[in-house]
């Protein structure tokens, strides 16, 4: 399936939420075309950039955490693919280090708040296993770096973060969804993120490039995953299968194959499209630009395949 290539920059989209302590910056942008050509929504919780100088202040390292905490430009890979495809396209604006749009709210480590909050669990063992290692609802500690905050954060600054970054993202993109399952009977949901190399890149145990993830098959039908493997090996890239990462809150949320909307978490591994300090758009980014926009219109084109037995099963 070809759709005409449009641009997509920040001018073009659409701002929602609202980022504490930046006075007028949206917390997400949204970015469509009407009608959409294809029934593939991608969303990018992890890509935002926009740091106020009051969450900065509270940082023990804010260039090293913020780095760390990034899913770094995956935001302009997911620009361009969507522009190249049609998707419809979610970018988070607000950074990870404020709030992880890919948790749960009740994935906070209330040893971070200064007062008792009303949904703080009594009983320790009651704290999701992520944010007791330090990356929750708000990240805590990272790696080799320790402690990321100088304070706790007050009940306030929390409530504030939810309010005008978790909820409206989440709002936006269940509307989305319902969108196009209402246009084409389904849609599917492509999470973006990237990940750190999980290993050496050469050898007979080179380790993959993508993890393609379903929630062990409980957030897409078999048949897509199954393409997306098959697209990636066709294209001589490593793909391993939820494992380390299987997806998180936003396919926990919202993908719901039983009622047609589909989803899977695609993780790019950061050395293939960004330079050796893992800090700028490098050499192969062209090329993963690539990968991702001919997945894109594998998948819609699946999708268009399978759209009857999916509409069937969803009613």
């Known amino acids: 399936m070809t759709v005409a290539p449009f641009s997509i920059d920040d001018s073009s989209g659409e701002g929602g939420g609202a980022i504490p302590g930046a006075p007028g910056a949206f917390a997400y942008t949204l970015f469509r075309r009407e009608p959409s050509p ?25 260039a090293g955490a913020g780095l760390k905490l990034e899913d770094r430009y995956v935001d302009l890979l997911a620009q361009a693919v969507a522009g190249e495809t049609g998707a419809g396209l979610l970018v988070a604006q607000a950074p990870r280090a404020m709030i992880d749009l890919n948790r749960s709210p009740e994935e906070m480590d209330w040893d971070m708040v200064a007062e008792r909050q009303a949904g703080e669990p009594r009983e320790p063992h009651r704290t999701a296993r992520r944010a007791r290692g330090g990356l ?71 380790s993959a490039d993508i993890v393609v993830g379903d929630r062990f098959g409980s957030s897409c039908d078999g048949a897509l995953c199954a393409a997306a493997f098959d697209h990636f090996a066709a294209s001589g890239r490593r793909a391993a299968h939820n494992r380390p990462y299987a997806g998180g809150y936003v396919l926990d949320r919202h993908a719901a194959p039983t009622r047609g909307i589909h989803g899977l978490q695609i993780e790019i591994c950061r050395t293939i499209y960004l330079d050796d300090m893992l800090r700028e758009p490098g050499p192969g980014f062209k090329g993963v630009v690539d990968l991702l926009t001919r997945l894109v219109r594998r998948l819609a084109s699946e999708f268009s395949t399978l759209g009857g037995a999916m509409r069937h099963a969803a009613e």
């Open 136 to 206: 929750g609802l708000v990240p805590r500690r990272l790696p080799g770096m320790g402690e990321i905050w100088k304070r706790r954060m007050t009940g306030a600054e929390l409530d504030a973060r939810l309010a005008g970054v978790h909820e409206p993202y989440h709002a936006a993109l269940a509307a989305e969804l319902r969108t196009l399952k209402a246009r084409w009977g389904a849609a599917l949901l492509l999470d973006l993120h990237s990940m750190p190399p999980l290993g050496p890149k050469r050898g007979a145990h080179a």
């Open 38 to 62: 294809i029934p593939v929504l991608i969303s990018v919780p992890h890509a935002g950039r926009n740091y106020p100088a009051s969450l900065l202040g509270q940082m023990r390292d804010p």
